[in-house]
């Protein structure tokens, strides 16, 4: 005697459970997407391969960069994380804030803002400051100082650079590292100024240095939790 259920469309009956579950958002499923932006906060949005709208996204894998690929869980009833790489693994996203000019600053004496750099300092972390460039000033007894603001904020500095001898002429390397801080519990929008000065006698100038393919910079990457750094500078 036959079974009287060996007839039946098994397969399709698989298939049309799985669809319905998908479609109702009770099964989780893993699938490859590309990051197609992310916000200033470093929220991704990805785009699922067949489809064509972005959708949020959380990575559990640390920040992501603008078209890596990655594979999303997707989890009822509408969680969407990151959880791996669709292949190699791509790089982070590169620092939060970067101004750079591949022409000289101006010729300045007094204090002069050089480099800009608008961001938002997220609540609780700390932040390197990186400087890069050359320095030239008029006279060998000019002492080129750089120092970090917050513009529109009390003026004291976030930071100074050390004072880089020049000599005169020559062009000089002003490579440094200072580090800032958020302790705040509520990200702030901010610019951090970058400024120059000629430090010696009336009427010397000095020039922040940069060329085409060697630039001059100023470059801000978040690098932990504000409390791990406790010498780092405050940003209020």
Known sequence: MRDRYDQLPVKAIAEAVLESLARLGLMWRLRPATVASVETDGTPHAIFDGDTVPIRVVSMVGPVAVNARVMVMTSPPSGN???GWAGPPAPGGGPDGLALAEANSAAVTAQTVVLSVPMILRARTAYRVELGGGVAGSTAAVQPLFRLFRAGAVPLPLGEFYRYPVFGGPVANCD????????????LPATIQLTLEAVAGSGTTATHVGAVGRPRFLQITACGEAAKFPHAVAVT
């Open 81 to 83: 994380h990151i959880v």
């Open 176 to 187: 440094g590292t200072r580090y800032i801080r958020r302790v705040a519990d509520t990200d």
